[in-house]
């Protein structure tokens, strides 16, 4: 698309050459801005001959001799600032790029406009990109629709409210799929909004796959035998991972710091100003250390910037300098090839160093949040949930070191859903006060009341399984505030010292064990259908967009599958993602 929708893409002769390169202008509104920003940074738009980016609805300066690339939502609105664009004269030619397929009513108003201004011909090409959703990884996509659980799941929505979410997340999968080139088998439950969902997707790929003059999907004759299953699920069949403290370090960073669109966002308080940090895709550290435990993590940063601290000696004595500053000003003529090399090697110290730096800055704001909000604590109660009593929870609540109310909530939430016996309505009531003198919005317990109740009529509840481990784990969390003590203090002191190694001695061997949450359990299922046991997908809907409606497989229920495609209908999470990620880890797949 920023190549002008060239079917080579890139010329190879344009890269380190800028004189082949074609300079444009990128026009976009705040969704196409979302989508591009997640994955691409300024320098990425200027090594792919973008000049200037602006949002659509901003007053722009004409720049009569330059190309303009449009990558907006296919709406009226956006049809007439276009418009106005092309009256203006803005730029020398239009590439106008929608993020989703344009319904054709708003395809036929932006052609009628165009023909009666009599600027038809200044637009070179009109493209549905289908991109209509957002990469945040390459192994994770998102809808960017943050109100869809509320929509599908607030009793006073409106019919027509309920119907524009689906379409919209129907349309969206669809993208996706097309993005993939491959129709995918379709697994789904019943009675939920992802059985509606996965009806009107699967209808929407069969009609294209029918009735397009143009398949949008490749014709290879192997897809058929490595074709992967989406799996559709309802955000309702496990509420618990949406509520709990997690403990790795990206579920921890998008929990308790504000991470949107690979931007983290560390808010300012009394010592530090507000300060924001851009992940991409070469940042070693997090690449390495996303689902790591966070413990892991802080030993892992002193590992690395041990590891910088001696290449970086190596460079500054071989060049006879005191610091890396100095490197750049050596006099080459009078030096050898060490030196050279020595000086090649700068930038890529340089930028570790700057990683490395972000993620001390980073590890310091959590370890600030962890030891304010007593997050260690709470974790440990939640992995052992179930094995809580009354007065624990109580005392927990009550605690007026832990001044978060919506930790505490969280805190109750997840043992009301996780308990199999019934609560008694003292009980109930003495929780229900305790929240509120706690300064708790007691609004969520009254709609997890309804969602337990129903699950409790699809005996959805079941205990879940506890880890079986050889130590205490209160060992693990009664050091813990002291090593967040030690560690921030060495933080605030400009980096890790020597020794640190000997605060998280043991850390590593006492930390929670791994345990199969319900959307990896369905996944596992449905991958590899067990043999001798009920499966939890026994009774799952399947959906082949390839065949004809009335056939059906015998054996559709047996099939395994080597990939998968897993969506959640109303949100999922980074727990449940590393969650997928170990059994993919496990089951090679």
């Excluded at 209808?203 to 003059?213: A, F, G, T, Y």
């Excluded at 064990?513 to 043999?531: A, C, F, G, N, Y």
Aim: hydrophobic share 35%.
């Amino acid at each position: 698309m920023l190549h002008l929708n060239s079917p080579e893409g890139p010329s190879t002769s344009a890269v380190g050459s800028p004189e082949n390169i074609v300079w444009k202008v990128l026009i976009f509104d705040k969704f196409g801005q979302d989508i591009i920003s997640s994955i691409m940074r300024v320098n990425d738009l200027r090594e792919n001959g973008i000049t200037v980016h602006m949002l659509l609805s901003q007053d722009r300066s004409p720049l009569p001799d330059v190309p303009a690339v449009y990558f907006v939502e296919p709406t009226s609105e956006n049809i007439k600032k276009i418009c106005e664009d092309l009256n203006r004269n803005l730029y020398d030619s239009y590439y106008i790029n929608f993020c989703s397929t344009i319904p054709r009513p708003i395809l036929e108003e932006f052609a009628t406009k165009t023909i009666t201004d009599n600027t038809s011909e200044m637009v070179n090409q009109v493209y549905d990109q289908y991109l209509n959703f957002i990469c945040t990884n390459p192994n994770v996509f998102s809808l960017n629709q943050p109100q869809t659980f509320v929509h599908l799941n607030n009793p006073t929505a409106t019919e027509s409210l309920i119907d524009e979410t689906i379409d919209k997340t129907v349309n969206a999968l669809f993208s996706v799929i097309v993005t993939m080139g491959v129709i995918p088998i379709i697994r789904c439950p019943r009675g939920n909004a992802s059985e509606i969902v996965a009806n009107k997707l699967d209808s929407k790929l069969r009609d294209h796959v029918m009735n397009s003059r143009t398949n949008l999907f490749s014709d290879n004759s192997n897809a058929n035998l490595q074709r992967p299953v989406l799996i559709l699920l309802d955000r309702s069949m496990d509420l618990t991972p949406m509520l709990s403290h997690s403990w790795t370090y990206e579920a921890l960073v998008h929990d308790v710091l504000s991470m949107n669109l690979n931007r983290i966002t560390i808010e300012a308080n009394e010592t530090v100003k507000r300060r924001s940090y851009d992940l991409d895709n070469k940042d070693f550290f997090w690449s390495k250390n996303a689902s790591s435990p966070f413990p892991q993590v802080a030993e892992d940063i002193d590992a690395e910037l041990n590891k910088y601290k001696k290449d970086a000696a190596e460079i500054t004595g071989a060049s006879g300098v005191s610091s890396l500053e100095d490197v750049g000003n050596i006099d080459m003529s009078s030096n050898t090839k060490l030196l050279k090399s020595a000086i090649n090697a700068l930038p890529e110290l340089t930028a570790r160093k700057a990683t490395l730096d972000m993620h001390m800055n980073i590890a310091t704001a959590l370890l600030n949040e962890i030891k304010d909000r007593q997050l260690d604590n709470f974790f440990q109660i939640e992995e052992s949930i179930t094995r809580q009593n009354k007065n624990t929870l109580l005392e927990t609540i009550r605690d007026p070191e832990k001044k978060n109310p919506e930790d505490k909530m969280r805190l109750f939430l997840i043992y009301y859903l996780s308990t199999v016996d019934e609560i008694s309505k003292e009980d109930m009531e003495a929780y229900e006060n305790a929240l509120s003198e706690a300064g708790c919005d007691i609004e969520p317990l009254h709609y997890i009341k309804s969602v337990r109740a129903l699950m409790r009529m699809t005996s959805m509840i079941s205990s879940p399984p506890q880890p079986q481990t050889g130590f205490s784990q209160n060992d693990l969390f009664r050091g813990f505030s002291s090593i967040g003590n030690k560690l921030s203090d060495r933080l605030k002191e400009g980096g890790l010292g020597g020794g640190f190694e000997n605060l998280l001695s043991g850390v590593k061997n006492l930390l929670p064990t791994r345990r199969e949450l319900v959307v990896s359990k369905i996944v596992s299922d449905i991958m590899t259908p067990p043999q001798n046991e009920t499966s939890k997908a026994s009774d799952y809907l399947y959906f082949d967009p390839k065949v004809s409606k009335n056939s059906r497989s015998p054996r559709q229920h047996k099939v395994t599958f080597q990939e998968a495609i897993v969506f959640v209908v109303g949100g999922g999470n980074y727990v449940e993602y590393q969650n997928l990620q170990e059994l993919a880890a496990v089951s090679y797949i």
